[in-house]
């Protein structure tokens, strides 16, 4: 029942913006922490950041300062604005779910979106 889809990836040069979103369905969204992860090629999946139900956000160290992580509970979506972009954050980015709801909202992301591709050119 559980669906993510990303929308709003593209090609932008570096030091530009984009603004990412994530559509949620299939379950009580304002429930559960939600995140954000991309995967470069040839690289492993690593998280950009993560926020909790009550807003709460952590962010890896490679994007602190330059990424924000939202959520609109009323409109079950997820959200995260890219600023300053950098050719490194080439990616897959992926919108998640935690997989049980009263967790950490730091592991255990069971449900996935498809994707949606970020390219940043120097």
């Known amino acids: 029942q559980v669906q993510l889809v990303e929308s709003g990836g593209g090609s932008v040069q570096a030091g530009g913006s984009l603004r990412l979103s994530c559509a949620a369905s299939g379950y009580i969204y304002s429930m559960y922490c939600m995140g954000w992860f991309r995967q470069a090629p040839g690289k492993e999946r690593e998280g950009v950041g993560v926020i909790d139900t009550d807003g709460s956000t952590n962010y890896a160290d490679s994007v602190k300062g330059r990424f924000t992580l939202s959520r609109d509970n009323a409109k079950d979506s997820l959200y995260l604005q890219m600023n300053s972009l950098k050719p490194e954050d080439t990616a897959m980015y992926y919108c998640?779910?935690?997989?049980?709801?009263?967790?950490?909202?730091?592991?255990?992301?069971?449900?996935w979106g498809q994707g949606t591709q970020v390219t940043v050119s120097s």
């Open positions: 998640a779910r935690e997989l049980r709801h009263g967790g950490s909202c730091a592991s255990d992301f069971g449900f």
